[in-house]
């Protein structure tokens, strides 16, 4: 599948460099690179022995560590973050032309207080409440910050040079959540977070939850009836996460697959409720 996501980016942005950064097991590590090398202008191992949940749990950890051992020597102003199961079907610069060279784009930025009582890294009457605690304390000690508290999707994400450089000097980075943690402490390092208008990103509670979401942090795959209806529309959208399955490059490639996708999701759905009326009938 990282081998099709590349395929598809290098289709959309020829010129654009691409960095590699692996996170899975390390016994892994060199089959997947010699699969994925010839699609890559740089590859970069993270080797410290984390369990899985650690590693979901601090990607900006990951992606922190990837800039002080090698992201500092690439030459680059500005990187984008594409996760694995994120799909895009636009060129980078297309999709993000309206950010300032110190913007840090986070998809779905609210402040905190809209999903407090809702998203349990933040719920009051959740365990995670107290790491949440222990992170604005930590804030206000280490940098002077007491505010505002942010909150983004963290499935992808824009960060100017100058951003990761502050960012890798933070002392004890793990405290808190990343999804809290970035927006928050791109504040207080004084950079301007924010969103893109081509770019709409459905939170899993709160008022900006969405039922058919083309762009979410939620588990369940974005259909391809979806897909298709933004695709076919010129102010439709470009990236759609998640999504777990290969993706063609090329354009009838793309409607084919498509097109055969929604008709077998149709089919399905059809199916499955036939079965419903008639288990119950």
Request: net charge neutral; proline share 8%.
């Amino acid at each position: 599948m990282c081998v099709s996501r590349l395929k598809l980016l290098k289709q959309l942005n020829p010129h654009t460099p691409i960095f590699a950064v692996y996170g899975g097991p390390l016994e892994c590590y060199a089959s997947w690179n010699a699969r994925i090398a010839p699609l890559v202008d740089d590859s970069w191992c993270f080797t410290q022995p984390r369990d899985l949940e650690w590693k979901w749990r601090n990607g900006d950890q990951i992606l922190s560590n990837w800039f002080q051992e090698r992201g500092a020597e690439l030459s680059w102003d500005t990187v984008m973050i594409v996760q694995w199961d994120l799909l895009i079907l636009a060129p980078i610069e297309t999709l993000f032309k309206g950010l300032g060279p110190e913007d840090v784009y986070l998809p779905g930025l609210i402040p905190v207080a809209e999903v407090e009582q809702e998203w349990c890294w933040v719920r009051p009457d959740h365990w995670e409440a107290e790491i949440y605690q222990a992170f604005r304390d930590h804030m206000a000690k280490a940098l002077g910050y007491n505010g505002p508290w942010l909150a983004c999707q963290f499935i992808t994400a824009v960060f100017p040079r100058r951003f990761l450089e502050r960012y890798s000097t933070i002392p004890e980075p793990e405290i808190g959540f990343l999804e809290y943690k970035l927006p928050s402490c791109a504040v207080a390092l004084g950079f301007r977070p924010t969103e893109v208008s081509t770019i709409d990103v459905a939170w899993p509670v709160g008022p900006r939850r969405q039922r058919r979401p083309a762009c979410s942090a939620e588990r369940w795959e974005v259909g391809a009836l979806t897909i298709a209806w933004n695709w076919s529309r010129p102010d439709g959208q470009r990236l759609f996460h998640p999504f777990y399955r290969p993706f063609p490059c090329h354009r009838w490639a793309i409607v084919g697959f498509l097109l055969v996708d929604s008709l077998v999701t149709e089919l399905g759905g059809r199916l499955q409720r036939a079965w419903r009326k008639r288990v119950s009938g």
